[in-house]
């Protein structure tokens, strides 16, 4: 096998290599089987072979050690080269900082020739442009108007230029000397300052944008500019105001005449700056003045909402306008429009609400009690009021004689959400509508009106006639009507409660009202708690006095009868006093406190149940009992006690109707167990 550098290159695997030369020489390999083996041969190939590489790899290195040289003399050519290439840069270097300082030289020379030149002929210009003011001025003086500058419509720019600056020389001369001269250039300046604005209101009517630019140039140093801005801001209202909505017209204007004006005047946010003050002083003063004095006197609640949609429809207005170019204040100057428009309304803003809350709450209350037919009793103050109002409290004796209400509460839901639905409206109003410093005062003011007719002149009243209406202890016949008025007073307050934190506290929260309102409210919750609390006490002795009652009657039928008479009275007896128990409990929701409350009041009644020794009417009491239990129980242990032994064989309707009862049903998706 030939030895070659090409048999060595990567990869290269020796053992590979020697495998495939001793298979290539004759005997040295496996072919022909053990007798063809020939060792001597084998070696003496390999030793030829070892030979050939030694050859080889001498060879090779004269090669590398030729190349080697040559990279040598190579590198120090290049070497040589960069040196001689550094060498011309630095003198190229050199000729060009020699250059440079030549062109600064130069561009010097230039500049003082230029300054020079400038200062011969800048005075140069001035002479010649006074020579020609001069003659124009000797026109004025003839009385005679020669030149074609002053003749020539088409030249009106350079005649504005000219009888500009002639004007202010005019304003420096003696009157008595130049009095008829002055009044002639005057007479020109003002006929041309007229026919420059003709000529910008013609070419805004014909929307030639580059026209109206040119000559707003031309008047910018008239006394006139100021009327030429006024024409444009009149002339760009025309047709805008073609629907009902003002402020959408208003603001649909100024986006259209922000980029007109950018590319008209020189000084665009002056413009728009007057064009918005025009609008807010003419056309949404008006229109405010118009819907708000026609209802001030006649109809306040129309009044007070027609102020407040108007205040906020400005202000979002102004919040749109803020997006223009008005100034580097933009934000005050829009506050002082719609303080200059709404000043004298807001004044009276609060004094205004206050009236309408007073009247209009006692409207609402009025109204309900005309449709019970009630006329409120008065309820006593001073002295003798707060003595019995102590013996109450301590005592639980109904002082006076007890009133029939006839079921009736004398709270309403209806009157309730209307009366919160006025005071959020006054909320609202009194959160956009006054000023800052003045608003936790005004809220408190609103707050205060609400307790009076809400938690004064409705809840408290009701709780006193519910007190009158607890029969005493010793009536015959129990009377359950206080709580339903519990329970109402409970779930109006907590509507209460509810517009205090979501529509008060967000008013006075960091003012030093807030510890005033939370006073206020402390004491009206526990003022109210003082006569739920005798309520409740007093007809808890009216739940002793049923079951007494009833073991009494139980009694007395036994007494009065006798074999099987005894035990259907007492049957149907106890049937009906646990329908009427069973029917009262599904009047009200419960809460985890109320069913244990529950749950101990049928306790008593199935203890009483018991003196009538019927197993039918002992069981349905069981069985009330046990429901309650559903009322108390953990969400994920219902199922379990709803398969309970004595439930169990209960309709599931039944089982469900209670459940229901719970405030938490809809919140722990109880009903998920019935479905």
């Known amino acids: 096998m030939a030895t070659t550098a090409q048999l060595f290159e990567e990869p290269f695997d020796a053992d590979e290599y020697i495998e495939r030369l001793a298979w290539r020489t004759p005997g040295g390999g496996s072919k022909g089987g053990a007798e063809a083996f020939d060792p001597k041969r084998l070696l003496e190939e390999f030793k030829n072979h070892i030979e050939e590489l030694k050859q080889l790899d001498e060879k090779i290195q004269r090669r590398v050690e030729k190349l080697e040289h040559q990279c040598h003399r190579e590198a120090k050519e290049f070497a040589h080269k960069v040196q001689d290439l550094q060498r011309s840069n630095q003198v190229a270097f050199q000729h060009f900082q020699e250059l440079d300082e030549h062109i600064s030289y130069v561009a010097t020379k230039v500049c003082h020739l230029g300054d020079q030149l400038e200062g011969v002929n800048t005075p140069r210009q001035r002479a010649v442009e006074a020579q ?47 009095a008829d001269v002055k009044a002639k250039i005057a007479s020109k300046y003002h006929d041309l300052e007229r026919q420059l604005i003709q ?27 100021a009327h030429c801005v006024d024409v444009y801001i009149k002339q760009c209202q025309e047709g805008a105001y073609m629907r009902n909505d003002v402020f959408e017209d208003t603001a649909v204007l100024c986006q259209r005449v922000n980029k007109q004006v950018g590319e008209v005047f020189s000084s665009p946010e002056t413009v728009m700056a007057k064009l918005i003050q025009n609008i807010f002083e003419n056309k949404l003063q008006a229109h405010v003045k118009g819907k708000l004095d026609e209802t001030r006197h006649s109809d306040v609640e129309q009044y007070l909402k027609n102020l407040y949609d108007l205040y906020t429809k400005t202000t979002a207005l102004a919040t749109k306008l803020t997006e223009f170019n008005l100034g580097s204040d933009k934000h005050t100057f829009l506050s002082k429009l719609i303080k200059s428009i709404f000043s004298t309304y807001l004044e009276s803003y609060i004094d205004m609400e206050r009236e309408y809350l007073r009247n209009r709450g006692a409207m609402i209350l009025q109204r309900y009690y005309d449709s019970k ?36 509460t004398f709270l309403s839901p209806e009157l309730v959400v209307n009366l919160l639905q006025e005071t959020r409206h006054a909320f609202e109003r ?26 004064v002149d409705h809840i408290d009243y009701a709780l006193e006639i519910g007190l009158s209406a607890i029969p005493s202890a010793d009536a015959k016949n129990a009377n359950l009507y206080f709580l339903d008025v519990v329970q109402q007073a409970n779930s109006i307050f907590h509507l209460f409660d509810k517009q205090f934190n979501d529509q008060l506290m967000p008013l006075i929260s960091s003012s030093p009202k807030l510890a005033e309102c939370l006073h206020k409210k402390k004491e009206v919750i526990e003022q109210m708690e003082v006569k739920l609390d005798t309520g409740i006490d007093r007809s808890v002795l009216s739940f002793i006095c049923v079951c007494a009652y009833v073991s009494r009657q139980v ?43 529950a749950i101990c009041d049928v306790a008593e009644y ?12 002992l069981q349905l009491f069981d069985t009330l009992h046990a429901l309650c239990n559903l009322l108390v129980v953990a969400p994920d242990n219902l199922k379990q006690v709803c398969s309970g032994e004595q439930l169990t064989n209960l309709d599931r309707n039944l089982l469900h109707a209670f459940v229901q009862l719970r405030v938490d049903y809809r919140s722990a998706r109880l009903g998920r167990h019935f479905s």
């Open 606 to 617: 199935r203890r009483c149940a018991k003196d009538f020794r019927v197993p039918l009417v």
């Open 555 to 597: 009694e007395h039928v036994r007494k009065s009868m006798d074999g099987k008479n005894v035990d259907t009275v007492l049957t149907e007896l106890g049937v009906r006093f646990h329908r009427l128990i069973h029917e009262h409990l599904q009047q009200y929701s419960y809460s985890s406190m109320g069913g244990m409350l």
């Open 132 to 178: 020609r003011l001069m003659t124009y001025f000797n026109e004025f003086l003839d009385g005679d108007l020669r030149s074609d500058v002053f003749n020539n419509p088409d030249k009106i720019k350079e005649a504005a230029d000219i009888i500009q600056k002639l004007h202010l020389i005019a304003q420096e001369l003696p009157f008595d000397r130049f």
């Open 373 to 408: 037919n009630h006329q409120k009793r008065p309820i006593g103050t001073g002295s003798i009021q707060e003595l019995k109002e102590r013996i109450r409290q301590r005592t639980n004796l109904p002082l006076g004689p007890s009133i029939d209400t006839h079921g009736e």
């Open 199 to 225: 000529e910008f209101t013609a070419a805004q009517r014909r929307g030639e944008i580059g026209r109206m630019r040119e000559v707003a140039a031309v008047l910018l140093h008239f006394k006139g500019y």
């Open 430 to 455: 009194c959160h956009k509508l006054s000023d800052p410093s003045d608003l936790p005062k005004n809220a408190f003011s609103i707050f205060l009106l609400l307790v009076e007719h809400l938690c």
